[in-house]
């Protein structure tokens, strides 16, 4: 007898769901859609809205509404088990804000079955468009929540960030200063997450508390609204946010517009949706202190959960709750890809020559050191770039390829140790994962063994469904995601303990290094 759970994933570019089986341990289907490409009417680039005001990045919640239905009419169409489905959870790109005004519950709750939900949502917003995690047009207003909340550190300590543009205190911030008449007619403002789950539930949900620690609005530790933040970002704020939620908590059954519709069972069970890198954690399997992910991608994130928070907090980290209800820390470095292929490109090597010549230089490249900023850095915060060599000529070439990486390794290992991680395994994800000598080098930096997992599944769409089946089968957290985030055994890499000894002491030079350029 099978048990479905669907998870979904609302990102920045499209919508995708996976359906899973727990009886079996598999995924039975998967589907995604692209706004750009299947919701033209929008016209969203990538997701979002074309803005000539600088660092202005807006997209129309009406389109994510759209997409939904849109996808659970495929669904149908291929035949999806709807009926079978016990319970939906789901994530969404993190900090993105959607204003509501009156007439919200009352129209989810008497939504024609017959009519696309987009269609009857026209007139509840107070705002069409909203600012996403890509804005970057608040930076007075984090100025204002530093100084109300008592400066930097004191910031970080209470919210779990230094004030940061995306997040979505400063955003509200910015509407309540620049429109103040439309900000006291809203009367409901949800995150990208908690907008997506209420239309499931078929009324206003509160915000989980996972989403909730990216707003710099949320007291990390009691797990409540800092009430000093809440009130620099706008009067009544708390009324318009409801409590934080739970993300464990069941919130109750499927709305009467989705059974009606799509034939999900009226019993099936509604879950708060949470932030997609907090999904992910589950999605990769990472439920237990110690267990981080590295993603090399565009940017190169490096994840994980941890119980504890450090006396100090490093200014550069976000700390989120996770949805084990234990801590993540997710530092963001936008030297990744960018800076391997920078260098890559400069000496014309393919990725064969490049990791060849990563294999024919040692541990420690014999001291050459390079700071990798091709571009501004969000961890450390640099504004200037500027790449530095220490004993390093520009002309050789193999020990400019193993320096970038090293580099890359180095500032991870030692910005996540600052931002409360102990990583005892890894695992890594992204384009360059496939690469065994950058793998080995990760696992000597780190001194820990790195795996790759066998499928690479929209992590934070599973991660959602495995919340699900968390929250409904009383399983614990290991035994919930082990069948879907099976490692590759035999690609396990392991940390060479020459290796490890050099970099430990690597590691305290390039903290070095590192700091004086930031002076
Ligand atoms: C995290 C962040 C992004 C979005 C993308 O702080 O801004 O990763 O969550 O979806």
Known sequence: MSRYYLGLDCSTQSLSTILIDAESGFVVYEQSLNYSIELPAY?????????????????????????????????????????????????????????????????????????????????????????????????????????????????????????????????????????????????????????????????????DFTDASGMNLLDIRKKQWHPVALACCGDQLQDKLKLPVNPQLILGTISAYFSQRYGFNSACKVLPWCGDNPSSLIGLGLVEPGMTAISLGTSDTCFGLFKDLPESMSPWAHTFIAPTLDYMSLLCFKNGAL?????????????????????????????????????????????????????????????????????????????????????????????????AAILQIMANVFSCPVDVLQTTSNSAALGAALRAVFAIENNSWIETVQPFTKVQHSSRILPNSKAVSIYQTMKKIYAQREASCLT
């Not at 300590?157 to 103040?180: H, L, M, N, W």
């Not at 541990?363 to 060599?389: D, L, S």
């Not at 000529?393 to 931002?419: G, L, Y």
């Open 43 to 207: 016209a969203v680039t990538d997701g979002f809205l074309p803005n000539t005001m600088p660092g202005v990045v807006h997209a129309p919640p009406l389109m994510w509404v759209e997409a939904l239905d849109r996808l659970l009419i495929q669904m149908l169409a291929n035949n999806v088990p709807m009926k079978e489905i016990v319970a939906v959870a789901g994530a969404a790109q993190q900090h993105g804000s959607v204003y509501i005004g009156a007439g919200f519950d009352t129209c989810l709750k008497n939504c024609n079955p017959l009519i696309s939900l987009h269609e009857q949502l026209q007139e509840c917003f107070t705002r069409n468009t909203s600012p996403i995690w890509m804005d970057a047009s608040t930076t007075k207003q984090c100025a204002a929540i530093t100084k109300a909340l008592g400066g930097e550190a004191k910031a970080n300590q209470a919210t779990g960030s230094i004030a940061v543009e995306r997040f979505t205190g400063a955003q509200i911030k910015k509407f309540a200063d620049t429109q103040p008449d439309a900000y006291t007619n809203t009367r409901a403002i949800m995150l990208v997450s908690s907008f997506m789950a209420s239309l499931f539930a078929g009324r206003h949900m509160g915000i």
């Open 339 to 435: 800076a391997r292929e920078a260098i890559r490109q400069q000496y014309q090597l393919s990725w064969e020559q490049f990791s060849a010549c990563l294999d024919s230089t040692t541990p420690g490249n014999q001291g050459a050191m390079m700071i990798p900023w091709f571009e501004t850095e969000i961890v450390p915060k640099v504004e200037h770039a500027g790449v530095q060599r220490f004993s390093l000529e520009i002309t050789d070439i193999n020990s400019n390829c193993r320096a970038v990486i090293e580099a890359q390794m180095m500032a991870m290992s030692n910005h996540a140790t600052a931002a409360g991680l102990k990583p005892t395994s890894i695992r890594a994800t992204g384009g360059a994962s496939q690469n």
